[in-house]
């Protein structure tokens, strides 16, 4: 479930994934509180549902479609972010739609991220993972990084699991930061 920006013509895509039932969102409600506070600076957001959210292949798709939708508003830049099976999906997307300027992942996955050294040049991407991920280890966003090409960057937080719950402020401000500093047409 991606969200996407705008302002002016951009947008910005996130995902989440369902635990019981209920959407978890990294960084305590990291996606809600952006999509809240991006409105000040008039960007809009768009939730996509995944019709298959464990399959990265139909989840890329459904966030192309996402974007292609935007797109046919007249938004001309977009960015993704993902978490977890998300980072993969993000990326997968990214390569396959040239509107996408930023991507984010969170605690990513590395299998599927292989299209990333096709964004460079086009797409800012920050890879963002925490040294305590009993899920995924840290190491996957760090393999993704090696093979990612300018403008990339790595954050690794100490003591942050999965979730990244315990940085969740950190967690945001870098996003934002991120967000606002690569989009066209946003104030820093």
Same mark, same amino acid.
């Given at each position: ?5 705008? +302002?002016?013509?951009? *947008? ?11 959407? +978890? #969102?990294?960084g305590? !409600?990291? &996606? ?17 549902? &995944?019709? #298959? ?10 966030? /192309?479609?996402?974007?292609r ?13 993902? #978490? ?14 040239? %509107? ?6 969170? %605690? ?13 040049? +086009? ?5 963002? $993972?925490? !040294?305590? !991920?009993? /899920?995924?280890? $840290? +190491?996957?966003? =760090? ?6 090409? =300018?403008?990339?960057?790595?954050v690794? &937080? =100490?003591?942050?699991?999965?979730t990244?719950?315990?940085?969740? =402020?950190?967690? &945001? /401000?870098? /996003?934002?930061?991120?967000?606002? *500093? #690569? ?6």
């Amino acid at each position: 479930m991606p969200l996407l920006r705008g +302002r002016g013509g951009k *947008k910005w895509c996130r995902h989440g994934r369902r635990d019981r039932g209920r959407v +978890r #969102h990294p960084g305590r !409600d990291l &996606y809600p509180r952006l999509a809240k506070d991006l409105s000040d600076d008039r960007i809009s957001t768009l939730r996509v549902q &995944y019709r #298959h959210p464990t399959d990265l292949v139909e989840s890329a798709v459904d966030t /192309v479609l996402g974007t292609r939708y935007l797109e046919s508003q007249g938004v001309s830049a977009v960015g993704l972010v993902g #978490h977890s099976l998300g980072g993969a999906v993000v990326i997968q997307a990214a390569a396959s739609d040239p %509107a996408v300027r930023v991507v984010v992942t969170i %605690a990513t996955q590395a299998p599927g991220t292989e299209p990333v050294a096709g964004l460079a040049g +086009r797409a800012a991407i920050l890879l963002i $993972h925490g !040294d305590a !991920d009993r /899920v995924l280890a $840290h +190491r996957s966003s =760090e393999e993704v990084y090696r093979r990612a090409r =300018e403008p990339r960057r790595l954050v690794v &937080y =100490e003591g942050a699991g999965h979730t990244l719950d315990e940085v969740a =402020e950190s967690l &945001y /401000v870098d /996003v934002k930061a991120w967000l606002l *500093k #690569h989009l066209p047409g946003t104030l820093v």
